[in-house]
């Protein structure tokens, strides 16, 4: 049996987890997107849950590319409609988020801030671009957003996509520790997948995309992060840091 460490870190996902960003900014801004490029292509929300199976929005749209009978024909002019169409859509995204069109989840307020003050440190290991999280933190923590986080790791220090590990990696070399002493929090398969690749307890707060999905390996699976806990050690009656801790133990044991 291994000697349980402390939690030290929480590594937060970003979309789907910290916001329903999927669903409400990335899916919306595609849609703006194509009309831009003037395609009349449109994902709905089921059919943008499909392509959600794809990590990384340009991935996502390059594959898509390749199911469309009105596409270029060329590899070349595949890829750079693919980056042109991802430009567009970050653009977009930071539009929507500027009109306000995307909130932080439940507890994705209070439980980080009450982590801070209790001395365990946030970090960000996302798919995302950073440009997106610049768009996005203000809204969600305000603008001195940055100096509440110690690691943060995005599309730029990671290229290979969730279920791969790497950005765990780069997030838990950023914090110096080791992923025994800290909790990834995951609203996806693929993030979750990616979190156990790097030897990470995981919970996770299934977004409107994975309400439905199996979470093999996951420490607790719940709605939101104030849910009432139900594992070992947990009391009250949203998730607080001490049902953290108890949930991490758990898992170290
Ligand atoms: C998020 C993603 C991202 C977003 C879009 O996955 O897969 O690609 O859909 O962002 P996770 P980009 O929450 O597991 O990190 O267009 O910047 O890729
Ligand atoms: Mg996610």
Same mark, same amino acid.
């Given at each position: 049996?291994?000697?349980?460490?402390?939690?030290?870190?929480?590594?937060?996902?970003?979309?789907?987890?910290? +916001?329903?960003?999927?669903?409400?900014? %990335?899916?919306? @801004?595609?849609?703006?997107?194509?009309?831009?490029?003037? &395609?009349?292509? %449109?994902?709905?929300?089921?059919?943008?849950?499909?392509?959600?199976? =794809?990590?990384? /929005?340009? #991935?996502?749209?390059?594959?898509?590319?390749?199911?469309?009978?009105?596409?270029?024909? #060329?590899?070349?002019? $595949?890829?750079?409609?693919?980056? !042109?169409?991802?430009?567009?859509?970050?653009?977009?995204? !930071?539009?929507?988020?500027?009109? /306000?069109?995307?909130?932080?989840?439940?507890?994705?307020?209070?439980?980080?801030?009450?982590?801070?003050?209790?001395?365990? $440190?946030? +970090? =960000?290991?996302?798919?995302?671009?950073?440009?997106?999280?610049?768009?996005?933190?203000?809204?969600?923590?305000?603008?001195?957003?940055?100096?509440?986080?110690?690691? =943060?790791?995005?599309?730029?220090?990671?290229?290979?996509?969730?279920?791969?590990?790497?950005?765990?990696?780069?997030?838990?070399?950023?914090?110096? =520790?080791?992923?025994?002493?800290?909790?990834?929090? #995951?609203?996806?398969?693929?993030?979750? !997948?990616? +979190?156990? %690749?790097?030897?990470?307890?995981? &919970?996770?707060?299934?977004? +409107?995309?994975?309400?439905?999905?199996?979470?093999?390996?996951?420490?607790?699976?719940?709605?939101?992060?104030?849910?009432?806990?139900?594992?070992? /050690?947990?009391?009250?009656?949203?998730?607080?840091?001490?049902?953290?801790? @108890?949930? %991490?133990?758990?898992?170290?044991?």
């Amino acid at each position: 049996m291994s000697k349980t460490k402390a939690l030290r870190a929480l590594i937060f996902d970003v979309d789907g987890t910290l +916001a329903e960003t999927e669903r409400d900014g %990335h899916r919306v @801004a595609f849609n703006r997107a194509f009309a831009a490029q003037g &395609l009349d292509w %449109h994902w709905d929300v089921p059919t943008y849950g499909r392509w959600l199976r =794809i990590s990384g /929005g340009r #991935e996502r749209i390059r594959a898509y590319i390749d199911t469309r009978d009105d596409a270029p024909v #060329e590899t070349s002019e $595949r890829d750079a409609l693919a980056a !042109a169409l991802h430009r567009r859509k970050n653009r977009a995204y !930071a539009d929507v988020v500027e009109q /306000g069109g995307i909130s932080a989840r439940r507890g994705v307020l209070r439980l980080p801030e009450a982590s801070v003050n209790e001395g365990v $440190r946030l +970090a =960000i290991a996302t798919t995302t671009g950073r440009g997106n999280l610049d768009a996005l933190f203000p809204r969600l923590f305000g603008k001195g957003w940055e100096t509440r986080f110690d690691a =943060i790791a995005c599309a730029e220090d990671a290229p290979n996509k969730k279920p791969d590990p790497q950005v765990y990696h780069v997030a838990l070399h950023r914090l110096g =520790i080791d992923a025994s002493e800290a909790l990834a929090v #995951e609203d996806s398969p693929a993030g979750l !997948a990616a +979190a156990r %690749h790097a030897h990470l307890a995981c &919970l996770v707060t299934r977004s +409107a995309y994975f309400r439905r999905a199996a979470f093999p390996g996951a420490a607790a699976v719940v709605d939101d992060l104030d849910t009432a806990p139900d594992w070992p /050690g947990a009391r009250g009656p949203r998730i607080g840091l001490d049902a953290l801790r @108890a949930l %991490h133990a758990t898992m170290r044991v």
